[in-house]
Nanobody, 128 residues
Framework: QVQLVESGGGSVQAGGSLRLSCAAS????????MGWFRQAPGKEREGVAA????????YYADSVKGRFTISQDRAKNTVFLQMNSLKPEDTAMYYC?????????????????????WGQGTQVTVSS
């Protein structure tokens, strides 16, 4: 089974930027769809962005459109989440996850229950 390791979290002031990385142990058909999720204390885990590794299609939650960008380095089996214009409400534990397929619907937002492989998470804290 593919293993995922996130890195790049930290503390930043509002308006700042962070770049998260998710390194997969290997490429697998079961990880063709890579997603980023976040979970704040007392809240449900929510989908932030996803990328279809083979085709390159990207998907974003409305709350991060225009501020976050998901990308990949296929040679390194790594997915990135560039987060700009960060807000205090972006504070959460961020997780990387994988599944076999992304939706063909361009308005699709990844759902945590659909993903079976997860990383350990990396904390992002945005202060006002």
């Amino acid at each position: 089974q593919v293993q995922l390791v996130e890195s790049g979290g930290g503390s930043v002031q509002a308006g700042g930027s962070l770049r998260l990385s998710c390194a997969a142990s290997a490429y697998s058909y079961s990880s063709n769809c890579m997603g980023w999720f976040r979970q704040a204390p007392g809240k449900e885990r929510e989908g932030v962005a996803a990328i279809y590794v083979v085709g390159g299609s990207t998907y974003y939650a409305d709350s991060v459109k225009g501020r976050f960008t998901i990308s990949q380095d296929r040679a390194k089996n790594t997915v990135f989440l560039q987060m700009n214009s960060l807000k205090p409400e972006d504070t959460a534990m961020y997780y990387c996850a994988a599944k076999a397929w992304c939706s063909a619907d361009t308005n699709w937002v990844p759902r945590a229950n659909d993903f079976g492989v997860w990383g350990q998470g990396t904390q992002v804290t945005v202060s006002s």
